[in-house]
């Protein structure tokens, strides 16, 4: 199975910051990476499909880079209602698997 | 509006079996694969099961492999997740979930979840 590593696994940022969360995969995983959103009590929301397509609805200021084993999402000016926990998740191959999570907290 | 309803979740002993199941409307089921994803309170997300458009074709994640079967019934906008052998371990949020086209490689639609406890 191939493993997803994020860090950090928590962030304390201010308003405006550039926040930028890393996921590596345990193998090359061409662009199968996909990047969610999940507030607490709520269901994912997907942010990023295949490494840096912007789904439909989802504020500009995310953005998603990489290829083979490293990725990377980036909060270009972090806002107050990006308070969340982010996971990546790759479908290269099944099983699917999630990273185990990135908490983002907003000063 | 796509809809994915989740039900079926109860608290259940070690070893016992339980059936969940997703009815889903605003789309065409039977074009869409379908995944069930489980997060165990306070935890990561899990992805569990895939189910192709037709039942033809499955798959499981090693930790369920042998325990549990998802099936559909695409003539009533169903899918199901038919859990056996259950353990403490398996005590999660269970949710549906769906890509924006038939072979999507991202989940881009969610039910809420339909809770599972595995307890004595």
């Known amino acids: 199975d191939i493993q997803m590593t994020q860090s950090p696994s928590s962030l304390s940022a201010s308003v405006g910051d550039r926040v930028t969360i890393t996921c590596r995969a345990s193998?090359?995983?061409?662009?199968?990476l996909n990047w969610y959103q999940q507030k607490p009590g709520r269901a994912p929301n997907l942010l990023i499909y295949?490494?840096?397509g912007l789904q439909n609805g989802v504020p500009s200021r995310f953005s998603g880079s990489g290829s083979g084993t490293d990725f990377t999402l980036t909060i270009s000016s972090l806002q107050p209602e990006d308070s969340a926990t982010y996971y990546c998740?790759?479908?290269?191959?099944?099983?699917?698997?999630f990273g185990q999570g990135t908490k983002v907290d907003v000063k | 509006d796509v809809q994915l309803v989740e039900s079926g979740g109860v608290v259940v002993q070690p070893g016992g079996s339980l059936r969940l199941s997703c009815v889903v409307s605003?789309?065409?089921?039977?074009?869409?694969?379908m995944h069930w994803v489980r997060q165990a309170p306070g935890k990561g997300l899990e992805w569990v099961s895939f189910?192709?458009?037709?039942?033809?074709?499955?798959s499981y994640a090693d930790s369920v492999k042998g325990r549990f079967t998802i099936f559909r019934d695409n003539s009533k906008n169903s899918l199901y997740l038919q859990m056996n052998s259950l353990r403490a371990e398996d005590t999660a949020l269970y949710y549906c979930?769906?890509?924006?086209?038939?072979?999507?490689?991202?989940?881009?639609?969610w039910g809420q979840g339909t809770p599972v406890t595995v307890s004595s």
């Open positions: 979930a769906k890509g924006p086209y038939s072979t999507a490689t991202e989940l881009r639609d």
């Open positions: 605003g789309f065409t089921f039977d074009d869409y694969a």
């Open positions: 189910i192709s458009w037709d039942g033809g074709s499955t």
């Open positions: 193998q090359r995983i061409s662009t199968y």
């Open positions: 295949t490494a840096s």
């Open positions: 998740q790759q479908s290269y191959s099944t099983p699917w698997t």
